[in-house]
């Protein structure tokens, strides 16, 4: 939960996504800061390394949204990760990597496949010896900065697991001293995750799913504070013929 805080603005740049793709990062590493200390584990929706070089980027790039500073986001995202190692997971519902396999479709099209609906996980791989050259120099610079940051060195590991017979296989990744340290963190991780999932998928973040969407009602409020309501939507014209044949 985010005790219900928003940032409420309207605005207009060259760069908006972006700029909102760091803004719902920043808000993902506020909220897990606040809550980390507290609970056994802090589940953020996507990768690791897609968070850590979005917020590289933007710190490179000085991009500054409001009060929010990229450059001391990722400080905090990375002293958060060398804190609480064994608590900060990163759980992707949709992957296409080609770390573990280095294959044409991705790791979790062959795993899907091969495993034949098991149960379990693959064993811990560092991010470093990745398939994609791009990956692993990634991954050794995420290692440098974060022992610049937080003085502990930990390497960024991924596995690929299901958590109920024949339903989906879901990446995750985490942070991790070395191989064997990773395999207790997913070992662990597995038992937890496999004991509140539904369907293969934790109850916690399907219900964040369920929260976090925006419906019909939320776009027409939108719409009304901009002044857009009067705007045609898709179905407008189609009205219109229907209108006209009927005439």
Not at 137 to 146: G, V, Y
Not at 156 to 180: N, W
Request: glycine residues 6%.
């Amino acid at each position: 939960w985010f005790d219900y805080e928003v940032d409420v603005d309207v605005a207009s740049s060259t760069t908006l996504e972006s700029d909102l793709a760091y803004i719902s990062t920043h808000l993902d590493v506020s909220l897990a800061e606040r809550n980390t200390a507290s609970c056994s584990y802090v589940l953020f929706d996507g990768g690791l390394l897609a968070k850590y070089i979005r917020l590289s980027k933007a710190a490179a790039e000085g991009v500054g949204v409001n009060r929010y500073s990229p450059a001391r986001t990722l400080r905090e995202f990375l002293y958060m990760i060398g804190v609480h190692p064994k608590k900060v997971v990163f759980f992707s519902k949709n992957s296409s990597a080609k770390d573990l396999l280095g294959m044409v479709k991705g790791d979790v099209y062959y795993i899907e496949r091969l495993t034949e609906g098991a149960t379990g996980f693959t064993k811990p791989f560092n991010l470093e010896s990745s398939k994609m050259r791009g990956v692993s120099a990634l991954a050794s610079r995420f290692r440098e900065e974060l022992k610049n940051v937080s003085g502990v060195s930990l390497h960024p590991y991924v596995v690929y697991a299901r958590f109920d017979s024949f339903k989906r296989v879901y990446r995750l990744e985490f942070a991790a001293e070395g191989d064997e340290d990773a395999y207790e963190t997913a070992d662990k991780l597995f038992k937890v995750i496999s004991a509140v999932s539904v369907s293969g998928y934790p109850y916690q973040l399907m219900r964040a799913d369920q929260l976090a969407r925006i419906g019909d009602r939320d776009v027409e409020k939108l719409a009304s504070i901009l002044g857009l309501s009067l705007e045609p939507r898709g179905r407008e014209p189609l009205e219109v013929l229907t209108f006209v044949r009927r005439r």
